[in-house]
């Protein structure tokens, strides 16, 4: 699959809806296109993260440390972000991806993420819009989620 | 050593000087009849009357006469001619031996100073003295003696002549020669102080470029460039000044002598012409007087350039020698003497004293006993005085007072065949030698060749002839080609056993895994060892198995096979299908051979290439046109860094417009295709690499290997039966590539061979592979631990009935703490010293000893 392709893929990430072609091209000709087969890890709860991926087909499990083992909480599907949160703020990995089927995934760097944002506002613009929007909902699902406790 | 340099000379050639002035004086009587032949040929042969003329009982008539002469003249002219050339290549040759001995001298008086004297010289400044500083001295020695016999008599026959015309004239050539012969020297005095200055100074240059060279690092961390270069340029000045001044004294007395040399005939012209006005002389006679003076003019000057010469070259091998003769220096024989005593016996000190010549650096009235076979701890930090007593117990520097004795040898009579082999001493900092692993691990094993190879024919004849060339300057005849390497005392009987028991210390100091890693690493030559590349390829097909069997390994690599192309790896690899025979040539630089110039042009492949470099540059210049300069992107991620960038764009532009005449020239079309090779289709993803395109890169393949790689031997194909010594071992296991498009391909693949490799039985051999690897300047190659561990190692093989560490293996890490353990089980019956600053590691020794300000303060 050519850059081409990857593009189309990227387009269709919410992140990257507004930003405009040529900057997709950069951005995924800057990352590693890897392939991970069926059971293999994208990276593990706590350690560094140092990448983001960017899913282009295929699927991951989400898994999380519980007291019985490792438990899947979520799934993420073609054409989405993974693991951004930890590439704009240090912390630690928050749970472990796990290819549920053989994946295409783009990897970026940190540090070209960062280099990327600085260089082009927009999409900085961009990923605070989709952070924002995710942060309202977190913040509404926390007041929902307080609400029914009390 | 010889303090004054005509001394030197005379002690060592005065044989040979005597026969270059015997020979030079043969020279005269063929120079006076060559001479006086020709004024024979036209007044007697030409000119003369009453033939025949008897010559040894034969009759020659007038033209028979002519050739006789003539002929005479062709051989005193060859014989003359002859006599120089074999004069010149004499002088030469005895000043090159002389030269030779004289450099070997000092530098085994180098190896003869003593360790403390090491603070005060420095290699920067000793290094001149040997090579350059002497270097004149060898041009001079073959003219030290002849020349003044030859122009000093030359000299003396025209004097003679002029006194036998007139005394008065003779009186008047020689009026000037006191003055000269007394303001000359004056002044040539001060050019020799400068002289020496001058040497000095340069010598001092060296030093701090050499200074500077070992502490770049700290230079640049601390921004001081600018303050070295101030002192640098505050050197050269001062160079320049004593030049400066030096030419300023070397001009004015060349003047000085022109204008004396130019007084006298003004004497002449005065004196003899009055005297022939007067009728005391003839007009004849001045004439022949100043022709003889015109010929006094050149031995004179010749004899004071000689001087000049003499004055300059002396001075220089006085401040070369006068840095070699330091009074304690070891006596010679403590290097050349060849005889081992056994040091067996408690290692004693009796009220051992020994300053190091700074605070910190002394030991006062040690005296303490080691007894023999046990180990024994030295305590204290730096500056105790630890290092110091070990370096006494080593016979490495000696005591200034009390006694120091193994058994009932005391140290300072034992010389270093003794020392050397029976004493292990590494201390903290070590040297790695320039060369291989194997070098290094071997080092201690090297006392004296053992057995030379045989050598025949034209072989031994010049083996023979360095021999007597070693005897004749009193250089060492030991042969450098010869097995140093001494076994017996390894306790090994083969290599191979050497080697094992190499690889067994290796072991116990845990750097076989390094070494293990540095094989991989390293090429080896086939032909060396058929057995080992023949294992290597069974293993390479035992990893291609195993990567066919398992699918989760074999989504890991992509092997190299000729009909398929291999997207991780660059086109050139794909296309070329082929490594370099020579590692030096890299892939970047085989499209440049002209092998391969002619074939990519030949094919036609070259158009394709840059179409390829073409489509490159053009997305490139798309993606990054808009990204600024410094953000680094560029440089990480781009085939073309941002300065080339503004040429792509011009290239890409040129060739857009192609309609037009001009394509690209030549140079461009190099660029474009360079891009094209660097391609990683797998990395890059550019999409330019089609089906067809692919197909096509195979079928070039197969032509370049028809067409190039088989019929020259500056390749070697990628051929999955066949070693390949240009590739490293690993890649030869692997034989292929791990996919980049696989998270963790490389490790997980090289986990792989590396089960592979044990299972097999090869990690011996790899690590044997590893002894040849090439460790860089001083070890430059290897880190810091790397380096102590295989000087351990070094040690450790000599077997010697003593040994003494310090500061090695100290902390109280675990691996450490093994190490020791290791150490104390290797050295069981052996004398042990360990130093140490720590009193908790101390414990693990049979004894201890703990030092404080020089002094033993307790022991346990």
Not at chain 2, 112 to 128: A, D, M, Q, T, W
Request: aromatic share 8%; hydrophobic share 40%; with cysteine.
């Amino acid at each position: 699959m050519a850059l081409e392709t990857e593009v189309e893929a990227l387009r269709k990430v919410s992140l990257f809806r507004g930003i405009d072609e040529t900057k997709l091209r950069l951005l995924a000709f800057i990352s590693d296109r890897t392939e991970y087969r069926e059971g293999e890890r994208l990276c593990s709860q706590g350690e560094e993260g140092d990448s983001a991926f960017i899913i282009l087909s295929g699927s991951a499990n989400v898994m999380v440390h519980t007291d019985e083992g490792e438990k899947k909480v979520a799934e993420v599907a073609e054409n989405s972000i993974v693991g951004e949160i930890s590439i704009l703020c240090d912390v630690p990995r928050t749970a472990t991806l796990v290819a549920a089927n053989d994946m295409d995934v783009l990897t970026v760097s940190k540090d070209d993420f960062l280099k990327l944002l600085k260089e082009f506002p927009d999409i900085s613009l961009e990923v605070m819009r989709t952070l924002a929007t995710r942060l309202e909902r977190t913040t509404r699902d926390l007041a929902d989620a307080r609400q029914s406790v009390s | 050593m010889e303090k004054n340099l005509f001394r030197f000379i005379w002690r060592y050639s005065a044989r040979q000087q005597i026969f270059i002035i015997f020979v030079t004086l043969l020279t005269y009587p063929v120079i006076y009849f060559l001479l006086e032949l020709p004024k024979l040929i036209v007044n007697d042969a030409v000119q003369g009357n009453n033939f025949p003329r008897t010559i040894l009982g034969l009759d020659f008539d007038q033209i028979p006469y002519l050739v006789l002469l003539c002929l005479t003249f062709l051989t005193l002219v060859v014989v003359s001619n002859g006599l120089k050339f074999f004069l010149n290549v004499y002088k030469g040759r005895l000043g090159e031996r002389m030269l030779r001995r004289l450099r070997f001298e000092l530098f085994q008086r180098v190896l003869r100073f003593r360790l403390p004297h090491f603070r005060k010289v420095s290699s920067g400044e000793i290094i001149p003295m040997i090579t350059s500083e002497v270097e004149d001295v060898g041009g001079y020695i073959g003219e030290a003696f002849a020349l003044p016999a030859y122009q000093g008599g030359m000299l003396l026959v025209q004097l003679g002549f002029i006194f036998m015309q007139d005394p008065l004239l003779g009186l008047a050539a020689i009026s000037s020669y006191p003055i000269q012969g007394y303001v000359i020297p004056m002044l040539q005095k001060k050019v020799v102080l400068l002289s020496r200055a001058r040497v000095r100074n340069i010598r001092v240059v060296a030093d701090k470029v050499g200074e500077s060279i070992t502490g770049v690092a700290e230079i640049h961390s601390n921004d001081a460039a600018a303050w070295h270069s101030a002192d640098i340029a505050d050197r050269l000045y001062e160079n320049f000044r004593i030049r400066y001044e030096i030419f300023n004294r070397k001009f004015f007395i060349k003047f000085l002598n022109n204008f004396m040399n130019q007084l006298t005939p003004f004497f002449f012209y005065l004196i003899g012409g009055y005297l022939v006005i007067e009728g005391n002389l003839s007009i004849g006679a001045l004439l022949a007087v100043i022709a003889a003076y015109k010929d006094l003019a050149g031995p004179w000057k010749e004899l004071l350039s000689f001087y000049q010469m003499t004055a300059d070259v002396s001075v220089k091998y006085q401040t070369v020698v006068e840095n070699f003769d330091p009074p304690d220096i070891h006596d010679v024989s403590r290097l050349t003497s060849d005889d081992k005593v056994e040091l067996s016996g408690d290692l004693t000190f009796e009220h051992v004293s020994f300053s190091g010549g700074a605070a910190g650096q002394e030991v006062l009235d040690v005296s303490l006993t080691i007894p023999a076979g046990t180990s024994c701890a030295m305590v204290g930090p730096d500056g105790s005085g630890r290092s110091e007593v070990l370096q006494l117990a080593a016979g490495l520097v000696s005591a200034s007072s009390g006694k120091i004795c193994i058994g009932t040898h005391d140290l300072d009579k034992l010389t270093d065949s003794t020392l050397g082999r029976e004493i292990t001493y590494v201390g903290g900092a070590v040297h790695i030698w320039t060369g291989t692993i194997r070098d290094n691990l071997y080092y201690g094993l090297r006392h004296r060749p053992l057995s030379s190879p045989e050598r025949e024919g034209e072989d031994l004849k010049a083996y023979k002839r360095q021999i007597a060339e070693a005897k004749e300057t009193r250089n060492p005849i030991y042969d450098l080609a010869a097995e140093w390497n001494d076994l017996e005392a390894a306790g090994a009987d083969s290599t191979e056993a050497l080697d094992n028991k190499a690889l067994e210390l290796l072991e116990a100091v845990h750097i076989d895994k390094d070494i293990y890693r540095l094989g991989l690493q390293s090429r080896f030559d086939p032909s060396l060892n058929d057995a080992f590349a023949e294992k290597i390829l069974n293993v390479r097909k035992k990893v291609a198995g195993r990567i066919a069997e398992e699918p989760v390994i074999s989504g890991l690599v992509e092997l190299w096979h000729p009909d398929r192309f291999n997207p991780s790896a660059s086109l050139a690899e794909n296309v070329f299908f082929a490594v370099p025979a020579t590692p030096e040539i890299t892939m970047d630089q085989v499209p440049d051979l002209p092998e391969v110039k002619a074939f990519l042009s030949e094919t036609g492949f070259d158009g394709k290439l840059k179409q390829i470099g073409l489509r490159i540059a053009e997305t490139m210049l798309e993606l990054f046109s808009n990204v600024s300069g410094d953000s680094g992107l560029l440089g990480t991620y781009s085939f073309i860094n941002q300065d080339e960038l503004p040429e792509f764009e011009r290239i890409v532009r040129i060739a857009k417009s192609d309609q037009q005449k001009s394509g690209p020239n030549d140079a461009d079309c190099a660029k474009l295709m360079g891009l094209a090779f660097k391609l990683v289709p797998a990395r890059h993803r550019l999409g330019v690499m089609t089906d067809e395109l692919k197909a096509e890169v195979i079928e070039v393949r197969k032509r370049f290997l028809e067409s190039v790689v088989k019929t020259s031997d500056r390749f070697v194909a990628f051929d999955p039966d066949v070693y390949l010594p240009p590739l490293t071992i690993e890649d030869n296991l692997l034989f292929g590539r791990a996919r980049v498009d696989r998270r963790d391909a490389r490790r997980r693949i090289d986990d792989v061979i590396r089960t592979i490799v044990e299972e097999t039985g090869l990690r011996k051999p790899i690590i044997f592979a590893g002894f040849h690897y090439h460790v860089g300047v001083s070890g430059s190659r290897l880190s810091a631990g790397q380096r102590r561990k295989i000087a351990l190692v070094r040690g450790l093989l000599k077997n010697a009935k003593i040994t003494i560490l310090d500061d090695i293996a100290t902390s109280t890490s675990a691996e450490d703490k093994e190490l020791r353990a290791g150490l104390r089980q290797i050295l069981q019956d052996k004398t042990f010293l360990f130093g140490t600053s720590s009193n908790e590691i101390a414990t693990e020794f049979d004894q201890r000893f703990i030092l404080d300000q020089g002094r033993v303060s307790d022991k346990e």
